[in-house]
Nanobody, 115 residues
Framework: QVQLVESGGGTVQPGGSLRLSCAASGSIFSRNAMGWYRQAPGKGRELVAR???????NYADSVKGRFIISRVYANHTVYLQMNNLKPTDTAVYYC?????????WGQGTQVTVST
């Protein structure tokens, strides 16, 4: 079994920054993909950023140039540095880990961008 624990959400003003963290534990195969999705009220879950093991990151167009995903492979951790946040970034952010055909999700962390 795999567990994902997220931290780092909160409320910030437009233009501010937040850093999300996600630590995976359990039976994890090294060749996996980790990333972040988000779900705003009344909308579906969408990809924010993800990175395959040893690969380059890919980002949603809406966050390119503002968000940076990074991974620490040794301890199965993924981070999302979010800069120049906008009100449209307000959502619940979910950590995701995939290996093979199996998806694992964190519990979600709320990010609110508001004056």
């Amino acid at each position: 079994q795999v567990q994902l624990v997220e931290s780092g959400g909160g409320t910030v003003q437009p233009g501010g920054s937040l850093r999300l963290s996600c630590a995976a534990s359990g039976s994890i195969f090294s060749r996996n993909a980790m990333g972040w999705y988000r779900q705003a009220p009344g909308k579906g879950r969408e990809l924010v950023a993800r990175q395959m093991y040893g690969g380059l990151p890919n980002y949603a167009d809406s966050v390119k140039g503002r968000f940076i995903i990074s991974r620490v492979y040794a301890n199965h951790t993924v981070y999302l540095q979010m800069n120049n946040l906008k009100p449209t970034d307000t959502a619940v952010y979910y950590c995701n880990l995939v290996f093979g055909t199996t998806n694992y999700w964190g519990q979600g962390t709320q990010v609110t961008v508001s004056t």
